[in-house]
């Protein structure tokens, strides 16, 4: 079983090559679970601390165009949880949001 330090580098390197949907990072946390009633909590936890430590942009495709939302970590985690509960299911395809590298990230090449 992996650990989470080992699931939020393989998340940050999967965003340094692509866009990263939430359903992808439900995915990580699960294989680090044995109680599956934790994967929400477990994932939000996930995602907070990507965000926090500037690992990930969190944002939404419209019109093919990646826009990152440019509000403060914790109305971009109330918009997650929110979303996320109004679909009544896990999220799937690009449901609530997508991630990507981060600011710091962005000028490495």
């Known amino acids: 079983m992996r650990n989470a330090d080992s699931v939020l580098q393989s998340i940050v390197d999967e965003c340094n090559e692509d866009y990263v949907g939430l359903w992808s990072v439900i995915r990580e946390v699960r294989a ?12 939000l936890a996930l995602v907070k601390r990507l965000l926090l430590e500037g690992d990930v942009v969190a944002g939404q495709f419209h019109f093919n165009e990646f ?9 971009i985690m109330a918009r997650i949880k929110g979303e996320w509960a109004a679909l009544g299911q896990e999220p799937t395809g690009g ?6 590298k981060g600011k710091a990230e962005r000028g490495r090449g």
Do not use: G, Y
Request: charge should be negative; proline fraction near 7%; aromatic fraction near 12%.
């Open 32 to 43: 680090t679970l044995t109680d599956e009633s934790s994967v929400v909590e477990a994932t």
């Open 67 to 75: 826009q990152p939302w440019e509000i403060p970590v914790e109305e």
């Open 95 to 100: 449901d609530v949001v997508w991630f990507t």
